[in-house]
């Protein structure tokens, strides 16, 4: 039980906290947190069926034969794999929800599934490969992902209340713009092309750009600025009638 403990703290309560971090950037309206809870825990249960998927790349991924197969994989096998069914956390939880009704709720929702999907992923390396991986995994992969989900959810809250021919178009290049940073990040980590520092480096500016799309969304906020909202926040969602 000592040692269960230990690990849920090293991986799982980091989480938490980062959820807690991000919820409170949305500062005119947060969200509900049993809705933020459920996301982050839909977000974690998805690790099983991106595990599924990214099995048949696993052989390309440990023995790649060339650093073109490398990055190939590591973008379609990896990145897409894990960005898709952290949207889909979001979109099957909270993308219809009554209370995801401004642009930066996008972000806090999928932040929230990328976090849930992280603690469980770090509960996976840090019981095989010891604790400390697990803290170091709690800080830079946790914000890793939150960035990562970060832009998917930028997507979703732009296109939520876009035209609705905009809709499909917004959330998908937003999940190909993640998937695609993914792998790349990924790539040069299996391939070693990038240090320790560097790596540091890498995560401070993507939470840097992750912070910087919460406040471009909170801008658009109807809350913070009625009479001046860069979306149509007022379009009614068919699924919500």
């Known amino acids: 039980m000592p040692d269960l403990l230990r690990l849920l703290a090293v991986t799982v309560i980091p989480g938490i906290l980062w959820v807690l971090y991000f919820h409170r950037k949305d500062k005119y309206e947060r969200e509900p947190g049993g809705l933020v809870a459920k996301t982050f825990l839909v977000g974690a249960v998805m690790i099983i069926p991106a595990g599924i998927v990214e099995s048949l790349f696993r052989g ?39 209370a995801f009704n401004e642009p930066v709720d996008g972000i806090i929702y999928a932040v929230s599934a990328g976090l849930g999907f992280a603690a469980f992923e770090n509960v996976l390396y840090a019981s095989t490969l010891g604790l400390g991986v697990g803290l170091v995994r709690a800080v830079m992969t946790s914000l890793v ?59 401070l500016l993507l939470h840097s750009v992750l912070l910087s799309r919460i406040r471009f969304a909170l801008r658009l906020s109807p809350f913070g600025n009625p009479d001046d909202v860069g979306v149509d926040i007022r379009r009614e969602n068919a699924d919500d009638e």
Do not use: C
């Open 145 to 203: 992902h939150a960035s990562f989900s970060g832009i998917v959810g930028f997507g979703m809250g732009i296109a939520k209340f876009a035209p609705r021919g905009m809709e499909g178009a917004v959330i998908a290049r937003s999940l190909m713009l993640a998937a695609v940073l993914h792998g790349v990040y990924d790539f040069l980590l299996m391939s070693q092309l990038m240090n320790f520092y560097l790596t540091v480096l890498v995560v």
């Open 60 to 98: 390309v991924l440990r023995n790649p034969p060339s650093l073109g197969a490398l990055l190939l994989a590591a973008v379609f096998g990896v990145g897409l794999v894990e960005e898709f069914f952290k949207y889909w956390a979001v979109r099957r939880v909270a993308y219809n929800h009554p």
